[in-house]
């Protein structure tokens, strides 16, 4: 037992010192816009919205089947159930029956042939939601049941993928690993992951006049909302607006997920010409939508005395699910983080996305990354177990060199490498080592409890990886008050987004952040935006915002010099006020002249992200403009008679390069962390043989709760880091890249089960998620028992 | 006192009395507040109890009527006739909206604690409870009073800070920022002679098209009513009937409340026997029996979580009789026997003769637990149970194990060994306990005993884990309890790492 220990945190620059600051300037660490209103209840979520007049209530009709031809449908019992209004099916989609985002294969409602159980067959809009939910269970569907695949391996065997397999290569890995003095094979599993936003899909889609539609959407991606409704409903993108204040997370469940769900709430509102809500409970959400895809990945390694790697050969499969969705780019991130912080010199990563009878699976934080970074770590940890050498020695002798060694798989050179620095400092300040040799004196002498510890990298790409979204606009408008609405294609999901966005809005007009509102997304505003994800958010809305800022600056000084008969740059924007030659002036003031004068005080802004320059069909270039690192380490204690496991220390550093808010970006790396640390542990998706999502709730799918952080927890952000490239105030993105630091956690329980073999030299035959029953599985192989 | 019956449901809200007159039996407190009020601050995230963003605060007197106790629970399984009598607190009702924030807010937004904020008035409301029934300090305190809240989002540390830094910032004025121990206050006295004037004797027995909600407070009126209609469902804390609702959409459409039934809320303890009655709440339980048993402690907090427990009553738990029910294993190992009534009559029976089979007990149409009887502690009593489960909290046991032993010199005198999650029912092992009776307690007899398992359960595969390691840890459980009796040392992880 130990005696319980304080939180110790550090946070960067919490105060600002410079008195003439304004409130909420770059760097500060401000509040979350909304934090008065979330812990008020006075936020509103999409469905807190005032209902309108004569709303409608939808649900889905789902199959029950894993893959079965729809011989035939009995819908009388649905219609004439209390309340229905309407009931839809496929053949009822008056534009095309399709809401994939990337590939036209994912049925808004299902045709003649159901491809998982749970997928949506038709829907019905009644009077309430209890009316709409309990009708749609009356349905009488005649299946005609058809083979399903189930799982990835399977369909790998069957050659069952959504999209053609794809390989990257460098160099001769086959000969490379041939020659290697030393080889290993072997095999990476990890499950999948319930993004789990604490607010369901939601969408309400209310019909307005001449045949438009304006719908309310808890989506990363209104603009890609508002082209499905449009196409589903057979009009034009300019007859459908799309608005989201505030998502209750989303995590990338709700970047290509929502279509489905709007397009539905659409047609029954065009349809009943009456406003319709489609908001799905928690079971429907988890079963109907996507999740993070499972992996299996073979890997075949050769590498030197010292670990270093020679040649190595990847052969990934992932549950890509029913359609491809956004799996093709998931994947395509997955090879790309093969490498994690490693040169790998001579390498083939085979991809193949495996099609299965399953809910199709789409993006969630880290989006492919951290899986692929899941089986570069295990081959790390598997050479060094075989040499008998620490880890995290093996893990630096195989780091990206600065000068040398510094191209990845996909030919980017990388220019802003500082994993070294930041594993070394890490090293240095958890005692990794005395702490390492102190464990394993206290195994030795603890036959049922074992520690294990492991200090695990992050090197993660910040851009998509679809060059053409790397844009993104802002609207700022200015009133005569001084006052600021603030616009952005940017979408808030607690990432805090809307404030950092606000806060460079404020330093570049040097005014307070009480003085600007953020205003909700909204397709009308700004037209054609990019998903809000792939961390960009404040790289790409931020620039484009500072930019419609300076434009209205531009103008103001201009303005300024006139009025005053100064020269431009005599004119200076500072806390609020505004020094003119010799006169100043308030901020409010300038604008009201401004105004008076007929100056437009509205500005578009525009950005996109440079140097990226990536070709799709070799899979090589500079996908990334700049890559985001961090590292942890973890140290657990596991139960070898039950598998229970448990962290009891964890140390983090990360870079967010010169941060926009450090509360907020330690917010993103505490969460992250936690996230990936669920991910690998806890958190476990479970079929049954029938094909059923039996994990579909949180009574059976088991985030961590406030009991899982660690009793000590020390998690810093690196000091005095600034992004090399020119991004928004030298800041890095921050949403996906902690989320694996959470792999040191599992590398942690994989060191306490290799404590339980004789053989010094055993890897683990660990699997994630770690529950107890896989770690005991592990124990025991690991101790030559066997089961039963 | 008995049968005069009330058929408008009361209870306090905003400083007002609602008066309900057809109250349906199994609407929620959630759907009242959300649909009916536009009340929208208490959030929806699971509907069954699992997440807290729904959490309110009920506030009811204390049995001299004198003060209110302040339990937080899930509003999206409670129905709302369950509220007669008792006020309702919402995240609106802590601070105006203009106005300054109530001190567990304040210290959430100081903090950072929220991102999303979906999961925050929830947070808010498990707080609000906690800063008004005397805030803990430790963390695993803090964790067990937030273990009935899921934030996806901010990884709990900033939560957890704004647990200890809630009792250090200035108050208010207003009677909910008044923390534990503070004088009572005009207001909250106010609120306490309302509830006072609503809890009249009648019974409540409302009427509506969807059904009636009969909440006598006799038990005598109680064991009428039942035995007349027995196709009543009996409604304890509602933390699975809830579930019948909102997740499989069942009618329930006459709903018989025992919740307020006095003489079923009370604990006695003699010389002999805790004797718990079937409306206790497992809050309330926890402060008697772990006086005697504090090695069920952590069984009972992973039991559920908080709000749960302030729902949940024993008498439901056992009546329930789900093979995955917690309490079970350690009450049958502890010898508890039950009481049972129908009508006039009465009978006690032992705990696991009321379960025959997966989903089937032994009570007869219109009989009902009355009370539970737990065996006093007796010298040297070895006790222990443990539970198996993927997270630590608010988990569904894979394995539950309970243990009661006497070792005289050496020799085990006594044993009852009882298991949950490996079989259709909780269940003795039998078997296991001939193989360790009366013999010496040592090593190779436990080892032969874990291996007689087998013989007393087959469990099977689910979501939870599979049958192999059911059966492995239900071995290695038995070893476990016979390693830390002896003093071998092992410990769990949960304890280690505290």
Redesign the interface.
């Known amino acids: 037992?130990?005696a319980?220990r304080e939180?110790e945190?550090r946070k960067a620059g919490d105060d600002a010192s410079d008195a003439s600051r304004v409130d909420g300037a770059v760097g500060t660490?401000t509040?979350?816009d909304?934090?008065?209103?979330?812990?008020?209840?006075?936020?509103?979520?999409t469905?807190?919205i005032?209902e309108p007049r004569g709303l409608l209530h939808a649900a889905f009709g789902v199959s029950t089947e894993a893959h079965a031809r729809i011989r035939g449908m009995d819908l009388s019992r649905v219609e004439a159930a209390p309340g229905v209004v309407a009931v839809i099916t496929a053949s009822d989609v008056p534009g095309p029956n399709n809401y994939g985002a990337v590939i036209a294969d994912d049925p808004i409602l299902a045709e003649d042939e159901v491809v998982y159980a749970g997928q949506p067959v038709f829907a019905v809009a009644a009077t309430t939601v209890?009316a709409a939910?309990?009708a749609a269970?009356l349905a009488d569907i005649d299946y005609e049941p058809l083979e399903a695949i189930l799982d990835p391996e399977t369909a790998l065997e069957r050659e069952s993928f959504v999209l053609p397999s794809t390989t990257l290569a460098r160099g001769d890995a086959d000969m490379a690993i041939a020659n290697a003095p030393h080889r290993l094979t072997g095999t990476a599993r990890v499950g999948g992951q319930d993004?789990?936003?604490?607010?369901?899909q939601i969408s309400i889609a209310i019909p307005r006049e001449g045949g438009d539609l304006f719908l309310y959407s808890s989506t990363q991606h209104p603009g890609e909302i508002q082209h499905s409704v449009a196409k589903a409903l057979g009009l034009a993108q300019k007859d459908v607006t799309v608005e989201c204040r505030?998502?209750?997370?989303?995590?990338g469940g709700k970047e290509s997920q929502p279509a489905l769900i709007a397009c539905t709430a659409a047609i029954l509102a065009q349809r009943t010409g009456r406003p319709v809500k489609l908001r799905l409970?928690?079971?429907a959400d988890m079963i109907i939508t996507g999740k993070r895809h499972d992996f299996v990945s073979h890997y075949e390694v050769g590498f030197d005395d010292t670990g270093r790697i020679l040649g190595i050969r990847y052969n990934h499969a992932s549950r890509c699910g029913a359609s491809a969705d956004l799996s093709g780019a998931v994947n395509d991130r997955a090879m790309f983080h093969s490498d994690n912080a490693y040169f790998l010199e001579h390498v083939a990563i085979d991809s193949h996305r495996c099609k299965t009878h399953t809910v199709s699976n789409t993006a969630f934080r880290g989006f492919g990354g951290p899986q692929g970074m899941f089986a570069c770590e295990q081959v790390v940890d598997d050479i060094a177990r075989h040499l008998g050498r620490d880890p995290l020695d093996v893990r630096r002798v195989n780091f990206y060199g600065t000068d040398s060694r510094n191209v990845t798989p996909y030919g980017q050179t990388i220019e802003d490498n500082i994993i070294a620095e930041i594993v070394d400092q890490l090293e240095a300040s958890t005692d990794y080592r005395d702490r390492r040799r102190e464990i394993e004196a206290w195994n030795a002498k603890?036959?049922?409890?074992k520690r294990g510890i492991a200090l695990t990298p992050v090197k993660f790409g910040i851009s998509f990886t679809a060059t053409h979204l790397n844009q993104a606009g802002a609207l700022v408008n200015v009133y005569t008050d001084g006052t600021v609405q603030l616009n952005h294609g940017g979408t808030e999901?607690?990432?805090?987004l809307f404030v950092k966005v606000a806060q460079v809005v404020a330093e570049t007009l040097q005014i307070d952040l009480s003085r600007i509102r953020c205003t909700a997304s909204d397709t009308s505003k700004v037209p054609n935006a990019s998903a809000t994800a792939a961390s960009a958010g404040s790289d790409l809305n931020g620039m484009a915002a500072r930019n419609a800022a300076e434009k209205i600056k531009r103008r103001l000084t201009g303005f300024a010099a006139q009025h005053y008969g100064c020269d431009e740059h005599e004119v200076r924007f500072d806390n609020n006020e505004v020094h003119v030659g010799g006169e100043t002036l308030s901020f409010a003031e300038l604008v009201h002249a401004a105004y008076m004068a007929r100056v437009s005080l509205s500005a578009q802004g525009f950005y996109k992200t440079p140097k990226i320059d990536y070709d799709k069909t070799t899979l090589t270039g500079r996908p990334f403009y700049y890559f985001a690192y961090g590292a942890a380490c973890t140290e657990v204690?596991?139960?070898t008679?039950?598998?229970?496991?448990?962290?009891?220390r964890v140390d983090i550093l990360h870079d967010c390069g010169r941060s926009l808010n450090p509360?907020?970006d330690?917010?993103q790396v505490?969460?992250?962390?936690?996230?990936g640390a669920g991910w690998l542990t806890?958190e476990?998706l479970?079929w049954?043989p029938r094909g059923d999502l039996?994990?579909h709730?949180?009574?059976?799918y088991?985030?961590?709760?406030?009991?899982?952080?660690?009793?000590d927890?020390r998690?810093t952000l690196l000091e005095s880091s600034e992004n090399r490239e020119d991004t928004i105030y030298k800041s890095k993105a921050v949403g996906e890249p902690p989320l694996m630091l959470g792999l040191s956690v599992f590398h942690a329980i994989r060191d306490a089960v290799a404590a339980c073999s004789a053989d010094p030299k055993h890897a683990p035959e660990l699997e994630a998620p770690a529950?107890?029953?896989h770690v005991?599985?592990a124990v025991?192989t690991a101790r030559g028992d066997t089961?039963? | 006192m008995g049968d005069a019956v009330n058929p408008t449901l009361r209870f306090l809200h905003d400083g007002n009395i609602v008066e309900i007159d057809h109250a349906a039996p199994t609407r929620t407190v959630l759907q009242w507040l959300r649909e009916d009020r536009m009340r929208c601050g208490t959030k929806e995230g699971c509907a069954e109890g699992d997440c807290g963003a729904c959490m309110v605060v009920v506030a009811s007197l204390n049995e001299e009527a004198t003060t209110l106790d302040y339990r937080a629970i899930n509003s999206c399984i409670q129905f709302l006739p369950t509220l007669h009598g008792k006020e309702l607190i919402t995240v609106e009702n802590l601070s105006p909206a203009a106005g300054p924030l109530h001190p567990v807010q304040q210290a959430l937004v100081d903090c950072h604690g929220s991102q999303c904020g979906f999961c925050t008035p929830g947070f808010v409301m498990t707080l609000f409870a906690m800063y008004k029934s005397g805030a803990p300090e430790a963390r695993s305190d803090i964790d067990d009073a937030l273990a009935g809240n899921l934030c996806r989002c901010t990884g709990y540390r900033p939560i957890i800070d704004a647990a200890r830094r809630m009792v250090t910032l200035e108050r208010p004025a207003g009677r909910h920022a008044q923390p534990h121990g503070a004088a009572t206050s005009d207001e909250e006295r106010s609120a306490i002679e309302t509830l006072r004037a609503l809890n009249d004797e009648r019974s409540l027995h409302t009427e509506s098209r969807k059904g009636t909600f009969a909440a006598p407070t006799d038990v005598d009126a109680f064991a009428r009513l039942y035995a007349a209609e027995p196709h009543r469902r009996i409604l304890a804390g509602g933390t699975d009937v809830g579930l019948w609702v909102t997740k499989d959409y069942r009618d329930i459409d006459d709903v018989l409340y025992i919740g307020n039934v006095e003489a079923l809320r009370d604990i006695a303890v003699t010389d002999t026997v805790i004797d718990v009655g079937a409306a206790v709440t497992f809050t309330e339980l926890m402060r008697v029996l772990l006086d005697d048993y504090p090695e069920l402690t952590d069984l009972f907090r992973r039991w559920a979580s908080p709000p749960i427990r302030n729902a949940a009553t024993l008498g439901g738990n056992i009546a329930n009789g789900s093979p995955i029910g917690d309490s079970m294993p350690a009450l049958i190992a502890l010898g508890t026997r039950v009481l049972l009534r129908h009508d006039h009559d009465t009978r006690e029976i032992d705990l696991e003769s009321l379960y025959i089979d997966y989903q089937v007990n032994d009570l007869q149409p219109g009989e009902f637990v009355k009370r539970i009887r737990i065996p006093r502690r007796r010298p040297d009593q070895l006790v222990a149970s443990y539970k198996l489960s993927k997270r630590f909290d608010q988990d569904i046991s894979a394995v539950c194990a309970a243990f009661s032993a006497q070792v005289e010199d050496g020799r085990t005198q006594h044993i009852r060994i009882a298991y949950g999650g490996v079989a259709g029912v909780p269940k003795r092992a039998l078997a296991t306990e001939a193989a360790l009776i009366d013999k010496s307690f040592d090593e190779a007899t436990v080892r032969a005993a874990m291996a007689v398992l087998d013989e007393d359960f087959s469990p099977l595969t689910d979501m939870r884990a599979s049958a192999d390691y059911r059966a492995t840890a239900t071995r290695n459980l038995l070893y476990r309890f016979f390693a830390e009796a002896t003093g071998l040392g092992a410990t769990d992880v949960y304890t280690y790492a505290r």
């Open positions: 037992m130990r319980e939180l945190l660490a509040p979350h909304s934090a008065v209103l979330h812990v008020n209840g006075r936020a509103t979520y469905d807190d005032p209890d939910r309990r269970r993004q789990f936003y604490l607010e369901g505030r998502m209750g997370g989303a995590f409970d928690r079971d603890s036959p049922v409890l999901m607690g990432q805090g204690v596991i139960d008679l039950t598998g229970e496991n448990r962290m009891t509360a907020v330690l917010g505490e969460g992250g962390f936690i996230q806890t476990e479970w049954n039996k994990t709730a949180p009574a059976t088991k985030i961590p709760c406030a009991s899982d952080l660690p009793p927890f998690v529950t107890p029953e005991l599985d025991m089961r039963v």
